[in-house]
């Protein structure tokens, strides 16, 4: 069974410009979680989506947003990039919540996000 | 607000010494706490799930439990690949909610 998949994995952006990551999740996961990961603040999430919903969100700035397709692949967007968005951002998806046993995440292998 | 703290931050031990993580956490009510590990510049990988105080898990050389104010991850006779950082993160109550808060982490290394 293929895993959860994040493209690009690396990308490299200067302050100002946007970028836009994607995530495919495992067959038969509904819900897309995202987070962002840094040195200083660790994992920290960022939001989630179920059935092309966003159900949760962290607290983050609205530069940041997110999207999810009826195949419930998922897109993430940072607009007007600043330094501190530098980071590794992971994807992670599960198969439901609400059931105990449906609750695991499982992470992909992330995208490295370097602004200049 | 959810909080989780992981220590020791840093772990060396020499292959075959046995040890154990802790990981605090404050919840509102716990849906779920999750192991995971992380070696350098991967994604997390899923170990193990707890729900309830006095469960217990186990996988190979690593064994989790979980009281109402902690929980501990267990290494047995470690080996080299086992070095690796340890991230512990919970989940609500809140309902429908997935959101996972994790600790800092714990970075171990095992010398042979």
């Known amino acids: 069974k293929a895993g959860v998949t994040q493209t690009p994995r690396y990308l490299i952006k200067t302050r100002g410009q946007q970028v836009t990551l994607s995530c495919s999740p495992i067959?038969?996961?509904?819900?897309v979680s995202w987070y962002q990961q840094t040195p200083g603040q660790g994992l920290q999430f960022l939001f989630e989506y179920f059935s092309e919903t966003q159900r949760n969100k962290g607290n983050f700035p609205g530069r940041f947003s997110g999207r999810q397709f009826s195949n419930s692949r998922s897109e993430m967007n940072v607009s007007t990039l600043e330094l501190g968005d530098s980071a590794l951002y992971l994807c992670?998806?599960?198969?439901?919540?609400?059931?105990?046993?449906?609750?695991?995440?499982?992470f992909g292998p992330g995208t490295r996000l370097t602004v200049l | 607000e959810d909080q989780v703290t992981q220590s020791p931050e840093a772990l060396r031990l020499q292959e075959g010494e046995s040890s154990s993580l802790n990981c605090s956490y404050t919840v509102s009510g716990l849906r779920g706490l999750f192991w995971y590990r992380q070696d350098p510049g991967k994604g997390p990988e899923f170990l193990f799930t707890l729900y309830s105080a006095g469960e217990e898990k186990e996988k190979e050389r690593l064994k989790a439990t979980l009281t109402k104010k902690e929980s501990f991850l267990h290494i047995t006779a470690p080996k080299p690949e086992d070095s690796a950082t340890y991230l512990c993160a919970v989940q609500d109550d809140l309902q429908g909610a997935q959101k996972l808060v994790f600790g800092q982490g714990t970075r171990l290394t095992i010398n042979p």
């Open positions: 067959s038969g996961h509904r819900s």
């Open positions: 992670a998806s599960s198969r439901q919540s609400g059931l105990a046993g449906y609750n695991e995440q499982f």
